[in-house]
T-cell receptor, first 109, second 113 residues
Framework: GQNIDQPTEMTATEGAIVQINCTYQTSGFNGLFWYQQHAGEAPTFLSYNVLDGLEEKGRFSSFLSRSKGYSYLLLKELQMKDSASYLCAVSDSNYQLIWGAGTKLIIKP | NAGVTQTPKFRVLKTGQSMTLLCAQDMNHEYMYWYRQDPGMGLRLIHYSVGAGITDQGEVPNGYNVSRSTTEDFPLRLLSAAPSQTSVYFC????????????FGDGTRLSIL
């Protein structure tokens, strides 16, 4: 079966760095997406990785290792507004997105 | 630019009633999707469309119908509502399927009593 695993919840301190991990087992791989979802709102796109390595975009970076079926989202200089759920999704062999359940990130002052 | 617009935002139905959730996008995207989001679970694909006149089933299609008569509109119909269909429904669109990000509407919160 297809499976995406993420931690359910993480807590971090304002100004710190946090790494949210995602492991996947899917039928085929056509890229991995990270989305941010604030409570009661729609998911919004953060990053896309299709090749191994690190993609940096401001305070957010995303890493992919296809051989390990592993990705992480790195958030630097955490701000209170970063409190949200972070969703990992993999595009499978049918180009459909398989979604993880999301990681709720709680930022404390 | 409105993006993806979903109506209504909230709705309460009785078991057995039918209703249509509306979704419209103004980005000229070919691909459109309907998901449901339930607590503790990832988004699950209900139906999707790769262009006007073309629809296909996703992971959880039972109890739902869709149509795509225009590029802009992709309505989702609940045929006979059941309590198990209580969920938050998101419509999304993308320029193409594989590597382009999906843009989401604000969601419809649906309760079935």
């Amino acid at each position: 079966g297809q499976n995406i695993d993420q931690p359910t919840e993480m807590t971090a301190t304002e100004g710190a760095i946090v790494q949210i991990n995602c492991t996947y087992q899917t039928s085929g791989f056509n890229g991995l997406f990270w989305y941010q979802q604030h409570a009661g709102e729609a998911p919004t796109f953060l990053s896309y990785n299709v090749l191994d390595g690190l993609e940096e975009k401001g305070r957010f970076s995303s890493f992919l290792s296809r051989s390990k079926g592993y990705s992480y989202l790195l958030l630097k200089e955490l701000q209170m507004k970063d409190s949200a759920s972070y969703l990992c999704a993999v595009s499978d062999s049918n180009y459909q997105l398989i979604w993880g359940a999301g990681t709720k990130l709680i930022i404390k002052p | 630019n409105a993006g993806v617009t979903q109506t209504p935002k909230f709705r309460v139905l009785k078991t057995g009633q039918s209703m249509t959730l509306l979704c419209a996008q103004d980005m000229n995207h070919e691909y459109m999707y309907w998901y449901r989001q339930d607590p503790g679970m990832g988004l699950r694909l209900i139906h999707y469309s790769v262009g006007a006149g073309i629809t296909d089933q996703g992971e959880v299609p039972n109890g739902y119908n869709v149509s795509r008569s225009t590029t802009e509109d992709f309505p989702l119909r609940l045929l006979s509502a059941a309590p198990s269909q209580t969920s938050v429904y998101f419509c999304a669109s993308s320029y193409e399927g594989a590597s382009q990000p999906q843009h989401f509407g604000d969601g419809t919160r649906l309760s079935i009593l």
